[in-house]
Nanobody, 124 residues
Framework: QVQLVESGGGLVQAGGSLRLSCAASGLTFSRYSMGWFRQAPGKEREFVATINWSGSFTIYADSVKGRFTISRDSAKNTVYLQMNNLRPDDTAVYSC?????????????????WGQGTQVTVSP
């Protein structure tokens, strides 16, 4: 049974940083691409970043490019999202996701396993 558990969210001032973690279990982590998505209040869930199985290829949403970095540690079965220079419009619930049949993809419909999410709130 695949389980994804996010942590690291919280309240931060604009310009600050947070690092989110997503611990995976029930899968051969090193074989899976992983993605981060977010959903702000009253808005649709949107793509943030994705990383391939080896960590050699990443894709970012334009809104976070240059500020966020996705990475993974296969020894810890964990994917990270380092978020720098945070802005109030980054406020959202951030969730990680995966699926055995995918490569790196922005399309949330391709992901069938999701974590419960972690809240990130950025104050002005």
């Amino acid at each position: 049974q695949v389980q994804l558990v996010e942590s690291g969210g919280g309240l931060v001032q604009a310009g600050g940083s947070l690092r989110l973690s997503c611990a995976a279990s029930g899968l051969t982590f090193s074989r899976y691409s992983m993605g981060w998505f977010r959903q702000a209040p009253g808005k649709e869930r949107e793509f943030v970043a994705t990383i391939n199985w080896s960590g050699s290829f990443t894709i970012y949403a334009d809104s976070v490019k240059g500020r966020f970095t996705i990475s993974r540690d296969s020894a810890k079965n964990t994917v990270y999202l380092q978020m720098n220079n945070l802005r109030p419009d980054d406020t959202a619930v951030y969730s990680c996701a995966t699926d055995p049949g995918i490569s790196t993809t922005r399309d949330q419909r391709d992901y069938n396993y999701w974590g419960q999410g972690t809240q990130v709130t950025v104050s002005p």
